[in-house]
């Protein structure tokens, strides 16, 4: 079976957790709607490749961790789905969640190759490598913005009008933290196509998809530290100084990761 026709729900499930993401700060519902038919189409390619592949094996394909992986993804679809014709639109933030986490399994179910050549130069190289340097950009922008807010912020409580950050910076705290948050969230979603990126060109180049080397795993921890900063924001609507400084830890652990650990070389 072509590998392209593999790769469709993956592409699928991404344009949907890109659609779901920007329906979440402009909430226009036309990209909502857009984010729907993506996911719609991701799970529709799902189901026929299971059929297929139950039709070609002559049994449910549930033998392999990467088969049980797919019919996972499946199943939560279906859910997701069950739950939004029950409540309607108040699960529509859900998608944003929902679909990158499908996306995460189908790009390590994706059938491993041992093949070697062409390692490096390659689409899924590229798009990891590129992903993640936009990544550590957006992750450096929060924490300039989180410094200017946790000074400007403390001088404003201490009655300090005079102070270089106060005077020298007209933007509102308010636009600050805004402009810390959303960068956040983007660094968020490109730290997710880096790894998913990472999943796909480690099983087809490498011939696993996990290869255990510190880097990536400390990528994988630092992905997690920032699911739960996006987490805190918007689940625990913690704000203020106490979301700059869960920030700024997370562009120190970004900083370890990026400067400080490398590759293994194949």
């Known amino acids: 079976m072509s590998k392209l026709f593999l790769l469709m729900p993956i592409l699928f499930y991404f344009l949907s957790s890109l659609s779901f993401w920007i329906y979440l700060f402009t909430r226009n519902s036309k990209v909502q709607k857009l984010g729907h038919s993506f996911f719609g189409l991701g799970f529709t390619f799902q189901l026929v490749l299971f059929l297929l592949n139950t039709v070609k094996n002559k049994s449910l394909p549930l033998h392999s961790l ?22 309607r639109k108040q699960l529509i933030e859900f998608g944003s969640l929902i679909a990158p986490f499908i996306m995460f399994l189908l790009a390590f179910s994706i059938p491993l190759s041992q093949s070697s050549q062409n390692l490096y130069n390659n689409f899924w190289f590229y798009l990891h490598v590129g992903s993640l340097v936009i990544a550590y950009g957006l992750i450096v922008f929060s924490s300039i913005a989180a410094v200017i807010y946790i000074l400007t912020d403390r001088d404003l409580k ?31 979603i490109f730290l997710s196509v880096g790894l998913i990126a990472s999943f796909v060109w480690s099983a087809v180049y490498i011939g696993k998809h ?46 370890i990761v990026f400067w400080l650990v490398g590759h293994p070389t194949f």
């Open 66 to 87: 990467e088969e049980i992986l797919v019919f996972l993804g499946i199943i939560l679809a279906s859910i997701f789905y069950g739950f939004s014709f029950v409540y």
């Open 158 to 188: 201490r009655k300090k009008v005079n102070s270089f950050f106060v005077v020298k910076f007209s933007s509102s705290l308010s636009l600050i933290q805004n402009l810390e948050y959303k960068s956040t969230i983007l660094a968020f």
């Open 210 to 255: 996990w290869i255990w080397d510190v880097k990536q795993v400390l990528l994988f921890l630092l992905w997690i530290f920032y699911g739960f900063i996006l987490h805190t924001r918007m689940i625990k609507h913690i704000k203020g100084r106490k979301g700059s400084y869960l920030t700024l830890v997370g562009s120190l652990f970004a900083f």
